[in-house]
């Protein structure tokens, strides 16, 4: 069993954001060296840091590199709400 390493993240990214924008397919088409598992769980790690961002299209998924400076969003418990001007 191949264990997932920071080299093997580094080279999804590398593709990712050299693309800006790719299908899942064509993702695991440019890296042969992995498998499907080792790519699926990079993916996922890499969406729930929101280093990536992953949707649906039609039957398929694609992937988009996010930009640095975008933020992620916070809970809304996080706000303080005011009324008031």
């Known amino acids: 069993m191949n264990s997932i390493t920071n080299q093997d ?9 050299g693309q800006r924008s790719i299908l899942f397919d064509q ?4 890296l042969p ?8 769980a990079i993916v996922d790690e890499l969406n729930r840091r929101g280093v990536i961002c992953l949707r649906r299209r039609g039957i398929e998924y694609e992937l988009h590199a996010r930009s640095p400076l975008v933020r992620l969003p916070v809970a ?3 706000f303080v709400l005011s009324t008031t001007a």
């Open 33 to 40: 060296e992995l498998t499907w598992n080792q790519v699926f």
């Open 9 to 17: 993240e580094a080279k999804i990214l590398a593709v990712v954001q």
């Open 76 to 78: 809304a418990g996080d």
């Open 27 to 30: 993702l695991l088409a440019a």
